[in-house]
């Protein structure tokens, strides 16, 4: 490809520093000179942070670091958004999210950029994402749910999060990524916003990358997984649903608190489980987002 467009690649990593490495030697890999790499630590413990910046020191001085630390976890939409302001500020024409717990492959990056260049109205691209022995090409909506899906077709309803090339023209039109959520749905709610703003999603499926599912999210534990399940599927209905979902919302709404307030009498070891999917529901009518 000649006349390359300036990429970054933004890697946002909390207390996983071992994947995080992994992924960057992957990275070092890629058949593109004209890239920038963003590592991102969300609020890590000094452990992980001085594995990073160990292996940084030891990298070949041609290679374009930057390694920002934060002083909180401020989510994946806050964390990346960190990397996409640098990298925009510093005349990006793509910007690439990858998870730390990813591996790519060597060409992964021009197939995307040749996808994205095939068609002006393209904004983002994902790539064929191997999770664990299931290729999935993107992401599937089902509403009033509390979670998303991820499909083996390539007509998809969202780029996956774990990998997207996005052109700096739908960060100039659409704004970043919305920090209310924290933790999951913000790939759906960008992909929808972009949607809405004009641009299309396209799957590149020759383009590879190798995906540990929930590597770093499952340090969390379930009750606070699903805290964020109902409270972000509630906002992201409200924002981006059709009519019929957002009149529907809140006898949805009732369902959940009814069948979370019967299984907390019912079911006493499920009670912390369900008590979190209340604080959810009750947090989203009350206006509490970002970080629980």
């Given at each position: 490809m000649t006349n390359l467009p300036k990429c970054f690649i933004i890697i946002l990593q909390f207390n996983n520093s071992g994947d995080t490495i992994c992924c960057l030697e992957s990275v070092k890999e890629l058949q593109n000179e004209n890239i920038n790499i963003i590592i991102v630590d969300n609020a890590s413990g000094s452990v992980h942070k001085n594995k990073?910046?160990?292996?940084?020191?030891?990298e070949t001085p041609n290679t374009k670091y930057t390694y920002s630390k934060l002083s909180d976890n401020i989510g994946y939409s806050g964390g990346n958004n960190v990397g996409i302001n640098t990298a925009l500020k510093q005349g990006a024409d793509y910007i690439l999210i990858l998870n730390p717990d990813t591996v790519v492959k060597p060409n992964l990056l021009d197939k995307l950029i040749k996808k994205a260049e095939s068609d002006s109205k393209i904004g983002i691209v994902g790539p064929a994402i191997n999770e664990g022995g299931k290729t999935v090409y993107g992401g599937k909506i089902k509403w009033l749910r509390p979670e998303l899906s991820h499909s083996s077709m390539?007509?998809?309803?969202?780029?996956?999060?774990?990998?997207?090339?996005?052109?700096?023209?739908?960060f100039?039109?659409?704004?970043?990524?919305?920090?209310?959520?924290?933790?999951?749905?913000?790939d759906a709610d960008f992909s929808a916003r972009a949607k809405m703003a004009g641009?299309?999603?396209?799957?590149?499926?020759?383009?590879?990358?190798?995906?540990?599912v929930s590597s770093s999210t499952s340090q969390l534990g379930s009750p606070i997984l699903l805290y964020y399940h109902y409270r972000n599927s509630h906002l992201f209905n409200f924002k981006n649903g059709p009519f019929w979902s957002k009149i529907l919302l809140p006898f949805w709404s009732f369902y959940v608190i009814l069948k979370q307030l019967a299984k907390i009498i019912l079911v006493p070891k499920r009670r912390e489980v369900s008590r979190m999917i209340l604080k959810g529901v009750t947090d989203?009518?009350?206006?509490?987002?970002?970080?629980i």
């Open positions: 990073i910046e160990s292996y940084l020191k030891n390539q007509k998809v309803d969202y780029i996956i999060g774990s990998s997207m090339l996005i052109k700096k023209e739908v100039e039109k659409i704004g970043f990524l919305d920090e209310k959520y924290f933790l999951y749905f913000e641009f299309k999603l396209s799957i590149e499926p020759t383009a590879i990358v190798d995906h540990k989203f009518y009350m206006g509490r987002f970002g970080k």
